[in-house]
């Protein structure tokens, strides 16, 4: 650490503009990424082939075509293999023990010809299988939001710690400069010790950012599955696009509609009807077609038949329960119950998207404000400043002055860069809320970034 005392009087901060190149020198440190800093698309690329969380996502929906396909086998005949070997004993009063060995082998065959409950089954499957794409679509969506949670996470602690730095190094001329004032008579101590407090606190500050920046960049490598991840920074000047429809109400209809939670929540109700039927169809008729082929071969003095005997049989079996001991009533009165369950389900779905959407647009359209009262407060906070100097060098102004004029600019410099990427953010998060959000929206943010 530089010790303030060695500064020569030319590093005076009576000199503004060379004050403010040094802001401009230690943000821009931080924020030029160099060469090997990776954009959003690279670490969503990444995500999607490391995060554990993702990956049992997609391997469950991949699970879910093979359920379906289990119940499409209840379409389709069957057919066993049976092979049995046995040995009889008999030992009849007054006659020898006879006995006899037999080895059978056949085919037994099944074929459903009308069966109710296996036809809703097979559809219940396919609604299965779709609840598993919206599931899937889920955690690709929630993917998007914390990799890039993550990534403009790590963005805001370099500014942070760019800032703290840039602070730190204008507070510490201050401090030389009261020191040197003070020294040669024309300023009190009060002076110094203000410039002390502020330079220690500036300290504090940079050491906390630092270790946030580590701690916010083990998360987005853990994440992408990487070492020493450098994000880059937004492009300046930064331009971000507006967020189009200007009204709610779209939103809102959009995420009613084709959010992944509700439409999961309209093929929940969707088969807790199938249930209901199924649970009907468990009294009512079901027709089997049953067919067999084998062979006995038969040995031994108590053998009936000796020799090898071939036997084949078709029929078709025809079952109506008459009393199931009150099973199927209670059966049918459980799946109304969870039917009704589904639907209030349903509505809540509906309900929370309608929220969440509403949430994340008027937080849009108010970060979109700040941004903007932000870019002017940074303009003029600038200009503050460059004339507070003056106005301490030509002794009009004392040295906590400058020291509060410093602080509002840096202050107003954070703030700014955090609302940008809090609009980034709340974007893609209305895009989820509503149900929007696709990978092509992570290519969209990443034309905003620098090359």
């Known amino acids: 650490m530089r010790d303030p005392r060695a500064m020569n009087s030319r590093h005076s901060s009576s000199n503004p503009g060379r004050a403010l190149s040094r802001i401009g020198m230690a943000l821009a440190l931080l924020m030029a990424g160099g060469a090997q800093a990776q954009s959003l698309q690279e670490l969503y690329d990444a995500a999607r082939a490391f995060d554990a969380q993702y990956l049992s996502a997609r391997a469950l929906a991949d699970s879910a075509q093979y359920k379906a396909a289990q119940a499409d086998a209840l379409a389709r005949p069957s057919l066993g293999l049976g092979v049995t070997a046995k040995r009889d004993e008999t030992d009849p009063p007054n006659f020898s023990r006879v006995g006899a060995t037999s080895l059978s082998a056949g085919l037994q065959g099944k074929y459903a010809l009308y069966n109710r409950s296996n036809q809703l089954t097979i559809s219940q499957a396919q609604l299965g299988l779709t609840v598993a794409q919206a599931d899937l679509e889920t955690a690709e969506q929630d993917l998007i939001v914390r990799v890039a949670q993550a990534y403009f996470d790590v963005l805001g602690a370099q500014d942070a710690l760019g800032t703290a730095r840039a602070s730190k190094a204008m507070i510490s001329e201050q401090l030389a400069s009261a020191k040197r004032n003070f020294e040669v008579g024309t300023q009190t101590i009060t002076d110094t010790r203000e410039a ?8 504090a500050t940079e050491i906390a950012a630092e270790n946030d920046l580590r701690i916010k960049s083990v998360t987005l490598d853990q994440l992408v599955g990487r070492n020493g991840v450098t994000p880059k920074p937004l492009a300046v000047p930064v331009a971000l696009p507006a967020v ?10 959009q995420a ?14 969707d088969s807790a009807k199938i249930e209901i039927d199924k649970a009907r ?5 079901t027709l089997d077609l049953n067919g067999s082929l084998g062979t006995v071969n038969a040995r031994g003095a108590g053998a009936q038949l000796k020799g ?20 199927t009533q209670n059966r049918i009165k459980e799946t109304l119950a969870l039917e009704e369950k589904s639907r209030n389900d349903l509505d809540y779905a509906r309900r929370a998207v309608s929220e969440g959407t509403k949430r994340a647009f008027f937080g849009v359209q108010s970060l979109t404000a700040q941004v903007k009262a932000l870019e002017a407060a940074e303009s003029s906070s600038k200009l503050a400043l460059e004339a507070t100097q003056l106005g301490y060098k030509v002794g009009v102004r004392v040295n906590l002055d400058v020291l509060n004029a410093q602080t509002q600019l840096f202050n107003t410099q954070q703030n700014l860069a ?3 990427y809090d609009v980034v953010m709340t974007s893609l998060k209305l895009r989820q809320a509503s149900g929007q959000l696709k990978p092509e929206d992570v290519s969209a943010v990443n034309q905003l970034l620098a090359k």
């Open 244 to 253: 189009t429809p200007l009204t709610v109400d779209p939103w809102v209809a």
């Open 256 to 269: 009613e509609e084709q959010h992944p939670l509700v439409r999961k929540a309209r093929l929940g109700l």
């Open 196 to 203: 002390q407090a502020r330079y220690d606190l500036a300290l």
């Open 281 to 285: 169809a468990a009294e009512g008729v």
């Open 418 to 420: 955090k609302a940008r």
């Open 308 to 327: 090898t005997t071939h036997n084949a049989s078709l029929g078709v079996t025809l079952s109506l329960p008459l009393y199931t001991g009150g099973a």
